[in-house]
């Protein structure tokens, strides 16, 4: 099987929005987490509020991406001549104000904007001097960046479709691999708690089982792995590794795990839309919340 060929000869459909609902894996760890924040979300429609760390790890996400897209496709000198520390700080800086004109008001201090900023530039500078170290040249394709998925998850509900957008996906040509990254921005690292999450860490198992239909990759041949970037690192780490401010982490993704993904995203379409239809159905959504008093996530704001 020619992977690559599978891959690029795959013409994603667009959504019909007359008569499709999407979902993604927002949606179902929400409803998994606390159905009443995902009411309030997605059927009440109410915003969750701007965040500092959302304009963080968008502007992140698009610059480490830009650099990848530079270094595989256009060459190691394109990628070396792009000034990422400034990217970083142009994205991070109009993602805050855009954010601060829809609110009306600043939303951080101007001493956390700088921290965040020379967090960032830290991080940039960092990937930049151990690049080789997490990502290889030789052997390895780009497939794509934001590579999009959109496919009905629940076979009895051909008009509820999962959709979602890859950060990175790669080929190992020497392994025959697909390697599917995820970028994430944090304080200081996942800790075990956040590893063994199955709600946080389900979501690369979800792309790994639905990539693989999308574009007929067998998924056996698929990795997955959470590339995890800190803003903050010990001042006297206890070990070498603590100094690092890159953590990767490669979730269990067999087929056990992958079966309890399909029938957590299952159970949530049958909870939450009418039987076979893309509409929500509010009758069941309310009887589910009466019985629902306290969520499993302790940091849920809804629910304090």
Same mark, same amino acid.
């Given at each position: 099987?020619?992977?690559?060929?599978? *891959?690029?000869?795959?013409? *994603?459909?667009?959504?019909?929005?007359?008569?499709?609902?999407?979902?993604?894996?927002?949606?179902?760890?929400?409803?998994?987490?606390?159905?009443?924040?995902?009411?309030?979300?997605?059927? $009440?429609? #109410?915003?969750?509020?701007?965040? #500092?760390?959302?304009?963080?790890?968008?502007?992140?996400?698009?610059?480490?991406?830009?650099?990848?897209?530079?270094?595989?496709?256009? !060459?190691?000198?394109?990628?070396?001549?792009?000034?990422?520390?400034? &990217?970083?700080?142009?994205?991070?800086?109009?993602?805050?104000?855009?954010? /601060?004109?829809?609110?009306?008001?600043?939303?951080?201090?101007?001493?956390?904007?700088?921290?965040?900023?020379?967090?960032?530039?830290?991080?940039?500078?960092?990937?930049?001097?151990?690049?080789?170290?997490?990502?290889?040249?030789? !052997?390895?394709?780009?497939? !794509? #960046?934001?590579?999009?998925?959109?496919?009905?998850?629940?076979?009895?509900?051909?008009?509820?479709?999962?959709?979602?957008?890859? $950060?990175?996906?790669?080929?190992?040509?020497?392994?025959?691999?697909?390697?599917?990254?995820?970028?994430?921005?944090?304080?200081?690292?996942?800790?075990?708690? &956040?590893?063994?999450?199955?709600?946080? @860490?389900?979501?690369? *198992?979800?792309?790994?089982?639905?990539?693989?239909?999308?574009?007929?990759?067998?998924?056996?041949?698929?990795?997955?792995?959470?590339?995890? /970037?800190?803003?903050?690192?010990?001042?006297?780490?206890?070990?070498? #590794?603590?100094?690092?401010?890159?953590?990767?982490?490669?979730?269990?993704?067999?087929? @056990? @795990?992958?079966?309890?993904? /399909?029938?957590?995203?299952?159970?949530?379409?049958?909870? /939450?839309? *009418? &039987?076979?239809?893309?509409?929500? &159905?509010? $009758?069941?959504?309310?009887?589910?919340?009466?019985?629902?008093?306290?969520?499993?996530?302790?940091?849920?704001?809804?629910?304090?």
């Amino acid at each position: 099987m020619n992977i690559i060929e599978n *891959v690029n000869k795959t013409v *994603v459909p667009e959504m019909d929005w007359a008569y499709q609902k999407n979902i993604s894996y927002t949606q179902l760890s929400a409803w998994m987490e606390c159905p009443h924040r995902w009411k309030q979300m997605y059927i $009440d429609k #109410i915003k969750q509020p701007p965040s #500092i760390h959302l304009s963080f790890g968008t502007a992140m996400h698009e610059t480490l991406q830009e650099y990848m897209e530079l270094m595989y496709n256009k !060459g190691q000198q394109h990628a070396d001549q792009f000034d990422a520390h400034a &990217d970083f700080q142009e994205r991070f800086l109009a993602l805050y104000k855009a954010d /601060v004109d829809k609110k009306g008001e600043h939303f951080a201090t101007q001493k956390e904007l700088i921290e965040f900023t020379n967090d960032g530039l830290n991080i940039i500078d960092f990937f930049l001097r151990h690049r080789q170290e997490h990502f290889h040249k030789h !052997g390895w394709k780009l497939l !794509g #960046i934001e590579m999009p998925i959109l496919l009905a998850p629940h076979e009895d509900y051909p008009n509820v479709k999962l959709m979602g957008k890859l $950060d990175l996906v790669m080929f190992d040509e020497t392994m025959h691999r697909v390697v599917i990254w995820d970028i994430k921005t944090s304080t200081r690292g996942w800790t075990k708690y &956040d590893k063994e999450n199955k709600i946080k @860490t389900s979501q690369m *198992v979800m792309y790994k089982k639905y990539f693989a239909e999308q574009y007929d990759v067998p998924v056996e041949n698929i990795d997955v792995r959470y590339f995890i /970037v800190k803003r903050k690192i010990a001042a006297n780490p206890r070990y070498a #590794i603590m100094k690092s401010r890159i953590q990767k982490f490669e979730p269990s993704s067999g087929k @056990t @795990t992958q079966n309890k993904m /399909v029938k957590n995203m299952k159970a949530f379409i049958e909870d /939450v839309f *009418v &039987d076979g239809s893309h509409m929500y &159905d509010t $009758d069941n959504i309310d009887r589910i919340l009466a019985e629902t008093d306290k969520c499993s996530s302790k940091w849920c704001q809804t629910c304090k």
